[in-house]
């Protein structure tokens, strides 16, 4: 495997480890706040909460984007390499 292909698989694995590193996180903290200030509201980093889960939605959709986009270009390099590959006929060498 060429390091053309490399690259973005390398790229991809690690946004969404990055990805679920912040929910991991945002759940141990969510719990955490919610032992502290007892199961009423989640506490005074209610509204940097809600901004991160903003921003992790936007990631997760540039992701699928990119997702999307490395798909794609697989697909054409793959039927590329079909068409410039020379057809070698069965035919005898006599």
Request: avoid cysteine; charged fraction near 25%.
């Amino acid at each position: 495997m060429g390091l053309q292909f490399l690259i973005p698989i390398v790229l991809f694995i690690s946004i969404a480890t990055i990805i679920r590193s912040v929910l991991g996180y945002r759940e141990r903290m969510a719990e955490l706040q919610t032992r502290q200030y007892g199961g009423g509201s989640v506490g005074p980093g209610e509204d940097r909460l809600d901004r991160i889960e903003h921003a992790i939605d936007a990631i997760a959709g540039e992701v699928e984007r990119l997702s999307e986009a490395q798909r794609m270009n697989t697909r054409l390099l793959a039927e590329r390499t079909q068409q410039d590959a020379p057809h070698h006929s069965p035919a005898s060498s006599d």
